[in-house]
């Protein structure tokens, strides 16, 4: 079975940074995709960006240059480096990937693309 486990979220200061993680086990996918997500309070699911098997990056508009999204193969984890935050960042932060390449092939970046969900980690950025 597919499992992803987010770490790192926490409490910081407008304008600081967290860098979190998501370890994967049970994923085999060739051609994939893997992403981070977002929700707040009363909010849908948005992304926040996406990185595919052969290292191809999307960013949500949002971001702004401000978030870093890598992996470590060898690792089997994917990273969002967040740099710059603000208090709007304050958000459950999800970990997700696609089964079979479906958001791979279909060039997907919303929720309903992704097949595999970590349990989340919360980042809260107090002004």
């Known amino acids: 079975a597919v499992q992803l486990v987010e770490s790192g979220g926490g409490s910081v200061q407008s304008g600081g940074s967290l860098k979190l993680s998501c370890l994967a086990s049970g994923y085999t996918s060739r051609r994939h995709m893997m992403a981070w997500f977002r929700q707040a309070p009363g909010k849908e699911r948005e992304g926040v960006a996406r990185i595919s098997s052969e290292g191809t990056i999307k960013y949500a508009d949002f971001v702004k240059g401000r978030f870093t999204i890598s992996r470590d193969s060898a690792k089997n984890t994917m990273y969002l480096q967040m740099d710059s935050l603000e208090p709007e960042d304050t958000a459950m932060y999800y970990c997700?990937?696609?089964?079979?390449?479906?958001?791979?092939?279909?060039?997907?970046?919303?929720?309903?693309?992704?097949?595999?969900w970590g349990q989340g980690t919360p980042v809260t950025v107090s002004s």
């Open positions: 997700a990937a696609d089964r079979n390449g479906r958001a791979y092939w279909n060039d997907g970046f919303a929720a309903r693309d992704f097949d595999y």
